[in-house]
């Protein structure tokens, strides 16, 4: 399943958790629990009004804001939120080539070493330095960025 990419989360480091939700009202978001405790606040921007409900919500509490974690969505248009699904999605689907297309060039790496190639000739047909070429034909497989 996907995250909610655009929940704004400020993480404190006690066990008090709470979620919100956050509106457009105008040119400003209104942030509100409608549970225990109740909290309302307005800010022009949203991670502004996520860090005034915490603080709220410390008031309400009466306990020190950080330990205080909060959670707020942004109620979105629906075609906001499918856009934003479809680049979870296809981020997710670009994260997963890059991890192969890695895992190829240092296939390609050791391969040519076996062949009996220079690091720097390695380097040219892979379009890479050769300084590069070494860390990939050391490197263990968990990989990266080639390039």
Same mark, same amino acid.
């Given at each position: 399943?996907?995250?909610?990419?655009?929940?704004?989360?400020?993480?404190?480091?006690?066990?008090?958790?709470?979620?919100?939700?956050?509106i457009r009202d105008g040119n400003r978001w @209104?942030? %509100?629990?409608?549970?225990?405790?109740?909290?309302?606040?307005? +800010?022009?921007?949203? !991670?502004? #009004?996520? &860090? $005034?409900?915490?603080?709220?919500?410390?008031?309400?509490?009466?306990?020190?804001?950080?330990?205080?974690?909060?959670?707020?969505?942004?109620?979105?248009?629906?075609?906001?939120?499918?856009?934003?699904?479809?680049?979870?999605? @296809?981020? %997710?689907?670009?994260?997963?080539?890059t991890r192969r297309a890695? +895992?190829?060039?240092? !296939?390609? #790496?050791? &391969? $040519?070493?076996?062949?009996?190639?220079?690091?720097?000739?390695?380097?040219?047909?892979?379009?890479?330095?050769?300084?590069?070429?070494?860390?990939?034909?050391?490197?263990?497989?968990?990989?990266?960025?080639?390039?």
């Amino acid at each position: 399943m996907e995250p909610n990419l655009h929940t704004v989360t400020i993480s404190g480091d006690g066990d008090h958790v709470y979620t919100c939700t956050a509106i457009r009202d105008g040119n400003r978001w @209104l942030v %509100h629990r409608t549970e225990r405790p109740r909290v309302d606040v307005h +800010a022009r921007l949203l !991670a502004r #009004a996520a &860090r $005034l409900a915490r603080h709220a919500l410390a008031s309400a509490l009466d306990v020190d804001p950080a330990r205080i974690s909060v959670h707020v969505h942004p109620v979105l248009p629906h075609p906001v939120q499918e856009h934003l699904r479809r680049a979870f999605r @296809l981020r %997710h689907a670009s994260a997963t080539c890059t991890r192969r297309a890695a +895992a190829e060039y240092r !296939a390609a #790496a050791h &391969r $040519l070493v076996d062949y009996g190639l220079s690091l720097r000739d390695i380097g040219t047909i892979l379009g890479i330095s050769h300084q590069r070429v070494h860390q990939l034909i050391t490197s263990a497989a968990g990989g990266g960025d080639t390039r």
